[in-house]
């Protein structure tokens, strides 16, 4: 047992990675044997080789590339062709790429590589060439799923950062559109981009996000989905502290206000930073929309969104604890439809919350073409049944449709959990005090959130603490009076329009 823990021990050490940042050499022997080995050629399958001799030269080359995620036919018309056929003097007129990278340790090879380059080593030279050659496969452009949107662009982030760039560059056509990239993961390095308009953003709000990017200390980041929680300030909370979305029109006017998106490959999404409060409730479709009807969408919205986290706690509150609030006809009502349910109210509205949880996760998580079928089957069929059986009360049925259907009108995926997990909470407030219960909660719940920061702009900013804004807080202006950019921010350039006589 002792030797088998001992060889345990040793292979484990065995098996910790390497460092390879040894340098290139000139002999292309070498080069090429430890390139075999780092990549174990012969066992790994899509890991290829070619060896050539160049016209232009007369020098012993090899060539290394993962044949899957490379454009074969751009190998071989702009590097082995011309190798082959050119005459130049230096590879740089011989190779026909738009991208020649000189490289000179294996550390590097082994990054490029594993990006969809195709390293080239040369006889006599210790640096390696790198060439861009990558053709990672992706979905096509289509539209957004979670944000779908009647008036206006209807184009979506797919799964390509260069892709995403584009339709990010094609918006904003801005000479000071940065794009910045870090490397982030120790095992699988992979690219973040962030992008951010240079004469507008806030240097200490982007030194912040560049500093929580290099403390990422993980074997890899495969999206922004996982990169947002590695660069989150509180991750126990239940408010989000970064704003995800799809659209890239969404991306574009952020990055018009002197915000910061990042982006990734494999992520059909982006992240904006900094966020507040009020940014989960704007959807771009209502800057789309005429004045009054984008407002009164906003409208709804916020009254959805009081609804969805209020209606049951308060319905719980009143009926357990303060009926004399009630009209005696809807208390006899009330009490006449629970005459024969054997359950407390309070248990009544979590079976109806958490089968409506259910249900909704259901839909998500089963096929396409069933997910109708669950709806109507849950929402109907099960409902009847139980109030038939005496389980729950009508009433119930009726509050918990309301709280459940209202809280599809906040489509913003982040703020859509917060508001679930908020209105257990009121349930539970409201089931022990009453609406003394609920007020103290809602009291608890707004404290916690005015305290919260994300990269260091209050949460409920601009309106508290109070900035100069574009009016597009809670309900916008008409959008030839926006005059502000946001003052949360402190961008370097607050005012939009330079005309004097705007007011």
């Not at 940042?21 to 012969?42: A, C, M, V, W």
């Not at 206006?152 to 584009?166: D, M």
């Not at 800057?287 to 906003?298: A, D």
């Not at 729950?392 to 009726?398: N, T």
Request: aromatic share 12%.
């Amino acid at each position: 047992m002792f030797h088998f823990f001992k060889k345990a021990k040793k292979a484990n050490t065995q098996s910790k990675p390497q460092k390879n940042n040894d340098p290139i050499r000139s002999s292309l022997k070498h080069n090429t044997e430890h390139i075999k080995q780092l990549f174990s050629y012969g066992t790994n399958k899509d890991f290829s080789y070619r060896d050539l001799i160049a016209k232009y030269n007369q020098k012993e080359m090899s060539l290394f590339y993962y044949s899957s995620i490379v454009n074969g036919d751009k190998i071989y018309e702009a590097i082995i062709r011309p190798l082959l056929e050119a005459e130049g003097n230096e590879l740089k007129n011989v190779v026909t790429v738009e991208s020649l990278t000189e490289i000179k340790d294996f550390d590097e090879v082994i990054e490029h590589i594993n990006s969809g380059k195709a390293i080239l080593f040369q006889e006599g030279t210790a640096i390696a060439f790198s060439i861009d050659v990558a053709q990672f496969q992706f979905r096509s452009i289509g539209k957004a799923e979670n944000e779908s949107a009647i008036k206006g662009p209807q184009e979506a982030f797919t799964e390509s950062l260069n892709v995403n760039i584009s339709l990010v560059r094609k918006r904003v056509h801005d000479k000071q559109l940065i794009t910045e990239s870090k490397q982030v993961g120790k095992r699988s390095k992979s690219e973040v981009n962030f992008l951010y308009v240079s004469d507008l953003v806030n240097d200490d709000i982007l030194n912040n996000l560049k500093k929580r990017l290099d403390e990422i200390n993980t074997d890899s980041v495969r999206n922004v989905e996982l990169l947002e929680q590695y660069i989150e300030e509180r991750p126990y909370s239940i408010f989000p502290s970064i704003h995800y979305t799809e659209r890239p029109d969404k991306a574009a006017s952020y990055l018009e206000d002197g915000y910061i998106i990042i982006l990734m490959d494999n992520s059909a999404a982006c992240l904006v930073v900094p966020v507040t409060f009020w940014s989960f409730f704007h959807a771009q479709e209502d800057r789309y929309l005429r004045f009054l009807y984008g407002n009164f969408t906003r409208a709804i919205r916020l009254f959805a969104f009081y609804l969805t986290t209020m209606i049951s706690a308060t319905y719980v509150g009143i009926t357990n604890f303060h009926s004399e609030m009630l009209p005696p006809d809807l208390l006899l009502a009330i009490t006449a439809s629970r005459e024969r349910v054997p359950f407390p109210l309070i248990f009544e509205v979590l079976i109806m919350e958490v089968a409506f949880e259910l249900i909704r996760e259901a839909g998500i998580r089963i096929p396409n073409p069933l997910g109708p079928t669950i709806g109507i089957v849950g929402a109907l069929i099960l409902g009847q049944a139980a109030v038939e059986a005496n389980i729950i009360s009508p009433i119930i049925v009726i509050v918990a449709a309301v709280s459940g259907l209202t809280s599809f009108a906040i489509a913003d995926v982040s703020i859509n959990f917060t508001v679930r997990i908020t209105r257990f909470i009121f349930i539970a407030a409201a089931g022990t005090y009453g609406m003394f219960g609920l007020a103290g909660a809602f009291l608890v719940w707004f404290m916690y959130a005015a305290s919260l920061k994300s990269f260091g702009v209050p949460f409920f900013s601009p309106l508290a603490p109070y900035f100069k804004s574009p009016g597009d807080t809670v309900f916008r202006k008409a959008i030839k009076n926006e005059i502000w950019r946001p003052g949360n921010l402190l961008p370097k350039d607050l005012r939009k329009k330079r005309d004097s006589t705007s007011k």
